[in-house]
């Protein structure tokens, strides 16, 4: 009961925060209640009272296997580090797990049926941040948070770091067109993160969220300066609706082509397709 009011609290919250900004400060012309909106409460819903609770004890698992380790000096030696330089550190590493994390999730049929899940959302607003199966939720926490385990990070600043990284989350999905002007070469923006959700374009770019900086670093940067218009799968995906149907979809028939077929490797076929003939 207690756990079920949390989670209606923490709701009002964010929509007393976030429906406000998106009414005043609107990148798409959108109703409250949009297409799939039920269904992303319902994930919203799913996240807080049944799939949190394993995400952290996967996560105090492997940091009491990481804290077995021979890491005494490692951390020693960080820990002599000026508190500035170390915090910056961790999250540029972090930043640079959870790119290739993403990144890879957009290529890797195993880890595409699992992520997809996420890309299945019609319109972006603050609540379909939560439209995420929970098993690449449980994947993409560990491995942004991995490396600061290994740094020795106490668990409840490691929580904070969390806290603070799902409400960036929220933020970047909303309908707010916010950008943060000349501090947009370090700071992600809901623009940026928007274009990752575009159909055509999506799979290939804008894999970071806090920051550009590793997008730009590996060629994956993409900011045209304004809002796509189309969000969702490509039209060649069979998208499944509904919460327990898309939370199911990744384990049924998993040789069907929609869930091997990742956008990287719908990008090589266009590519075969328009490549001249030999003559």
Same mark, same amino acid.
């Given at each position: ?5 949390n989670a209606v609290a923490f709701l009002a ?46 996560l105090v698992a492997v940091h009491e296997r ?64 939560y439209r995420e199966h929970p098993l690449d ?7 942004? *948070? ?120 719908? *990008? ?12």
């Amino acid at each position: 009961m207690i756990l079920a009011l949390n989670a209606v609290a923490f709701l009002a919250v964010l929509a007393a925060i976030f429906v406000p900004l998106e009414r005043l400060f609107p990148a798409h012309r959108q109703r409250v209640r949009r297409a799939e909106w039920g269904t992303d409460l319902l994930f919203f819903l799913g996240q807080q009272l049944l799939w949190t609770a394993p995400v952290v004890a996967v996560l105090v698992a492997v940091h009491e296997r990481v804290d077995a380790l021979p890491l005494g000096g490692l951390r020693d030696a960080i820990a002599a580090l000026p508190l500035g330089v170390q915090l910056v550190g961790a999250i540029l590493i972090s930043d640079l797990c959870i790119y290739w994390a993403h990144r890879l999730s957009h290529s890797v049929p195993l880890l595409w049926r699992f992520h997809r899940v996420h890309h299945t959302a019609p319109r972006l607003d603050w609540l379909a941040a939560y439209r995420e199966h929970p098993l690449d939720n449980v994947y993409t926490r560990l491995v942004e *948070n991995l490396p600061l385990l290994v740094l020795g990070t106490p668990l409840h600043l490691l929580a904070g770091f969390m806290i603070f990284r799902g409400l960036w989350a929220v933020y970047i999905h909303s309908n707010v067109a916010w950008t943060p002007g000349r501090l947009a070469v370090l700071v992600g923006s809901s623009r940026l993160h928007h274009w990752h959700h575009e159909p055509e374009v999506g799979g290939r770019v804008n894999f970071t969220n806090l920051s550009p900086l590793m997008d730009k670093l590996f060629g994956t940067y993409h900011d045209p300066g304004r809002m796509p218009e189309r969000y969702g799968l490509a039209a060649e995906d069979d998208v499944p609706h509904g919460y327990v149907r898309q939370l199911a979809d990744p384990f049924i028939d998993p040789f069907r082509g929609s869930l091997v077929s990742t956008p990287r490797a719908r *990008n090589r076929r266009s590519a075969l397709r328009l490549r001249p003939a030999r003559r």
